[in-house]
């Protein structure tokens, strides 16, 4: 079956620009994650959506920064008034729960770079 | 506060040499630790879960171990391909996030 998949694979913008980057998950997964991946950084959790509940959005670095999932599958991430800093490969993942056990499958990540 | 510590973080190899990557974690209470491979320019592929401290589970070449400090990656006879980053993550009692390390870059030469 088909995987997470994201688009854009790559994105250059300049410096105050908007983006909106966007995942499909895994159909019939019900837990989204945004994590953000700097050079030699670890994964940075941003926001996390579970069925039908609020998202947590603790992880989100700023007002500029926002996600939406509709229907509970689609998801958009949108990035308002870029920075440099915000530069980086942001990856999805969607899981589901077997068991009382989670396991997470990643998107490909969109490269975002800011000029 | 929770915390993943890996090491080292570059580790050539020739192929056939057989070694271990470390995953140290500070967590309160864990639910599960994670490791995954991620290759150049892709997103990370899912390895192995460990919930307990004495679990062990193999794939190939790869076996991984837990105990209530740490976690280990054995690499048995590895081969070119094996090369990639390995990262870890650890998942607290009642809570959905994960917290990686910063991934240990793999090199294996012919």
């Known amino acids: 079956g088909a995987g997470v998949s994201q688009s854009p694979s790559n994105k250059v913008t300049e410096k105050g620009k908007d983006v909106e980057l966007r995942c499909d998950p895994i159909?019939?997964?019900?837990?989204l994650y945004w994590y953000r991946q700097s050079l030699g950084q670890g994964l940075e959790f941003l926001i996390y959506?579970?069925?039908?509940?609020?998202?947590?959005k603790s992880g989100l670095p700023s007002d500029r920064f926002s996600a939406e999932r509709t229907g509970g599958s689609v998801s958009t991430l949108t990035i308002q008034r870029t920075q440099q800093e915000d530069s980086a490969v942001y990856l999805c993942?969607?899981?589901?729960?077997?068991?009382?056990?989670?396991?997470?499958?990643f998107g490909p990540g969109t490269r975002l770079l800011v000029l | 506060e929770d915390q993943v510590t890996q090491s080292p973080e570059a580790l050539r190899l020739q192929e056939g040499e057989s070694s271990s990557l470390n995953c140290s974690y500070t967590?309160?209470?864990?639910?599960?630790l994670f490791w995954y491979r991620q290759d150049p320019g892709k997103g990370p592929e899912f390895l192995f879960t460990?919930?307990?401290a004495g679990e062990e589970k193999e794939k190939e070449r790869l076996k991984a171990t837990l105990t209530k400090k740490e976690s280990f990656l054995h690499i048995t006879a590895p081969k070119p391909e094996d090369s990639a980053t390995y990262l870890c993550?650890?998942?607290?009692?009642?809570?959905?996030?994960?917290?990686f390390g910063t991934g240990t870059r793999l090199k294996v030469l012919a």
């Open positions: 993942a969607s899981s589901t729960l077997a068991g009382g056990k989670e396991t997470q499958y």
């Open positions: 460990l919930y307990s």
């Open positions: 993550a650890v998942q607290a009692a009642g809570t959905y996030k994960y917290i």
């Open positions: 159909s019939g997964h019900t837990a």
């Open positions: 959506f579970q069925g039908n509940s609020a998202p947590d």
């Open positions: 967590v309160s209470g864990l639910r599960g």
